[in-house]
């Protein structure tokens, strides 16, 4: 076995440092399945983060669609194939009938990149509005509006953020926060405006996932994409987080949050770890882009692809994941707001479904070191969670939807472990 530090050094000279590692000590993990992921030195962690293997690693049904189309033919779209025609047909049968044609990618970047090239060839417009935390992928379109990690790119001029507020963090009265923060957005519309970009689109996380799950003043949404689209713009929903039955209540974080989206986006989840990702809109939207464009992508929408995440849908519909993630979701839900009241260096509980949270403050000052000792306390227990937020105060846990109620009480007493510790 190649220890941790030899292959750390073997990465850098290769990969280069510059990647991000999880943990003071990385671990090096070597096969995975279900929830549980094993170490090199033997060691099996509860995974209670990752979204990519939406229904399991090493999903028995995926990898055999996999390996069973993989074996038969992988082509691209130039060709007929009933496969992806089948796939589509299911995938859109989970929206809303206004939204009833997709496009293909092979990674969220790729998709929300798409979305804001169709934005802005519809609206003729080139402005961008997004949140003042946010991050929705790699593309050099994307480095220029992402605020919430560390770009060489800055702000584009073309970009005006938004800040979302959190009631759990803001001692103002609900309806002047929501004031507040739409004439915030009002101020962001006319600049764009003024200075010739005109609104494009919005691109938010249903779920606000980047930014801390933050709890909103009732009408936000609303209030977002009724400005929006009365400046002209699209409303994009990027799902990559939110989505796939994720809150437990809704198939989509868009619907659970009550937006209305003219696009939306979709990553991780779609495959379980196979690269896919996608842009489901509108017929209407489709046909002006369309019609203007030979839009093309050698990779997506391939069989191998088409079969993989159909294993998905039929894997989450058999096993009532969604339906799961809703009971396991209420349960571990209200231990989280019993550990809010508990520790009074937990400000509150965050979060819908399987994604959830605790912010962590100290005499209402954002605690993030906390939060990391938290995360670090979980490791040695053997369970994985994150931590996320402008301030990285606030615990990620986000499992895959293939958890269970034998897996769960050993992350939330594993977690009550670590909160006594801290």
């Given at each position: 076995?190649?220890?941790?530090?030899?292959?750390?050094?073997?990465?850098?000279?290769?990969?280069?440092?510059?990647?991000?590692?999880?943990?003071?000590?990385?671990?090096?993990?070597?096969?995975?399945?279900?929830?549980?992921?094993?170490?090199?030195?033997?060691?099996?962690?509860?995974?209670?983060?990752?979204?990519?293997?939406?229904?399991?690693?090493?999903?028995?049904?995926?990898?055999?669609?996999?390996?069973?189309?993989?074996?038969?033919?992988?082509?691209?779209?130039?060709?007929?194939?009933?496969?992806?025609?089948?796939?589509?047909?299911?995938?859109?049968?989970?929206?809303?009938?206004?939204?009833?044609?997709?496009?293909?990618?092979?990674?969220?970047?790729?998709?929300?990149?798409?979305?804001?090239?169709?934005?802005?060839?519809?609206?003729?417009?080139?402005?961008?509005?997004?949140?003042?935390?946010?991050?929705?992928?790699?593309?050099?379109?994307?480095?220029?509006?992402?605020?919430?990690?560390?770009?060489?790119?800055?702000?584009?001029?073309?970009?005006?953020?938004?800040?979302?507020?959190?009631?759990?963090?803001?001692?103002?009265?609900?309806?002047?926060?929501?004031?507040?923060?739409?004439?915030?957005?009002?101020?962001?519309?006319?600049?764009?405006?003024?200075?010739?970009?005109?609104?494009?689109?919005?691109?938010?996380?249903?779920?606000?996932?980047t930014e801390g799950m933050p709890r909103l003043p009732e009408g936000l949404i609303a209030g977002i994409v009724d400005r929006v689209r009365g400046a002209g713009g699209l409303v994009i929903a990027d799902e990559v987080q939110s989505g796939f039955g994720r809150t437990g209540t809704h198939m989509w974080g868009h619907e659970y949050a009550g937006m209305s989206p003219d696009l939306v986006t979709m990553g991780k989840p779609m495959g379980n770890g196979h690269p896919m990702s996608g842009v489901v809109t509108s017929e209407a939207v489709l046909d002006a882009f369309g019609s203007r464009n030979e839009f093309f992508n050698t990779f997506a929408g391939n069989p191998v692809s088409a079969a993989v995440g159909e294993a998905v849908l039929l894997e989450m519909e058999e096993k009532q994941l969604m339906t799961r993630a809703r009971g396991l979701g209420e349960t571990a839900g209200s231990r989280f707001r019993e550990f809010a009241e508990q520790y009074d260096f937990v400000r509150s509980a965050k979060g819908a479904g399987l994604f959830l949270g605790l912010d962590f403050a100290i005499d209402g000052a954002p605690a993030p070191e906390l939060a990391k000792q938290v995360v670090e306390s979980m490791k040695r227990r053997n369970v994985l969670i994150s931590r996320i937020g402008r301030d990285e105060s606030v615990l990620k846990v986000r499992p895959p939807l293939a958890f269970s109620s034998d897996e769960l009480p050993i992350l939330l007493d594993a977690l009550d472990e670590s909160l006594a510790e801290v």
């Open positions: 076995m190649t220890s941790n530090a030899d292959l750390i050094a073997r990465r850098n000279a290769t990969i280069g440092p510059y990647s991000p590692l999880f943990y003071t000590e990385p671990l090096q993990f070597v096969s995975a399945h279900g929830v549980w992921l094993t170490e090199a030195n033997g060691e099996r962690y509860l995974d209670g983060y990752n979204n990519v293997p939406h229904v399991g690693h090493a999903n028995e049904r995926v990898v055999g669609a996999l390996c069973s189309q993989a074996a038969t033919l992988n082509i691209h779209t130039r060709y007929l194939n009933e496969r992806v025609v089948d796939y589509s047909e299911r995938l859109l049968a989970t929206f809303a009938p206004e939204l009833d044609r997709v496009l293909y990618g092979n990674s969220g970047s790729e998709a929300n990149e798409l979305a804001l090239r169709i934005s802005r060839q519809l609206t003729g417009a080139t402005g961008v509005i997004v949140s003042d935390y946010s991050y929705h992928g790699t593309t050099i379109t994307l480095a220029e509006l992402t605020t919430g990690l560390k770009t060489r790119e800055p702000l584009g001029a073309h970009v005006r953020t938004l800040r979302i507020p959190d009631l759990d963090r803001d001692d103002r009265p609900e309806a002047e926060v929501l004031a507040a923060t739409l004439a915030e957005l009002d101020a962001a519309i006319d600049s764009l405006q003024e200075h010739g970009f005109g609104v494009s689109a919005c691109l938010f996380d249903p779920l606000f996932s």
